[in-house]
């Protein structure tokens, strides 16, 4: 029994050696883990170092971009108001241009006729040109045989100063229809 107790203490012993040398292998390799941390791979700064100069860079980074996002809103609110004044100023010039546009002499019509019945080719006309309230003039050549004469008149709301003929009221009726 005690070759016995003799060859257990041995295999104790043994598990013992091994598990002492796989212990300080472990404690080896942690120790050369914790070197690298404070010392770093190229010995001259360590992880934390590192990683403290990376936080850094990145809060600048952070800084960057905020003062670029206040920088563009700024820009943003200068720009609407810009637009929002070139908008003003536009509809303006529209409004403007549209209560110029009302005078001008844009309702066009021509009537041709024969104003005398020897004389064919309807060489006599009446020409009315109004604005859009029906102000303007209205010409009328008369063409004969020996001579054509010329007649203007001016109308106000679509109604001559003198009497209109029949192919004057014609032309204004139909330039005011457009």
Known sequence: ????LAVGAMIFGLAGLVAGVLALRTLS??????ALLSRGASGRETILEIADKHMAASEAVRKDIMELQRDLAAAQQELASGVAAERQALAETVQNLTSSVGTVLRRVALVRFDAFEDL??????????????????TLTSIASTSD????AK?????????????EEEQAVKAALAR
């Open 148 to 151: 054509t004469r010329l007649y």
């Open 29 to 34: 390799r942690l120790r050369r883990s914790v």
């Open 154 to 166: 001016a109308l106000t709301a679509g109604v001559g100063a003198h009497a209109l003929s029949s």
């Open 120 to 137: 064919g080719g309807r060489l006599s006309f009446s020409l009315a040109l109004l604005d859009d309230g029906g102000n303007g003039i």
């Open 1 to 4: 029994m005690s070759t016995w």
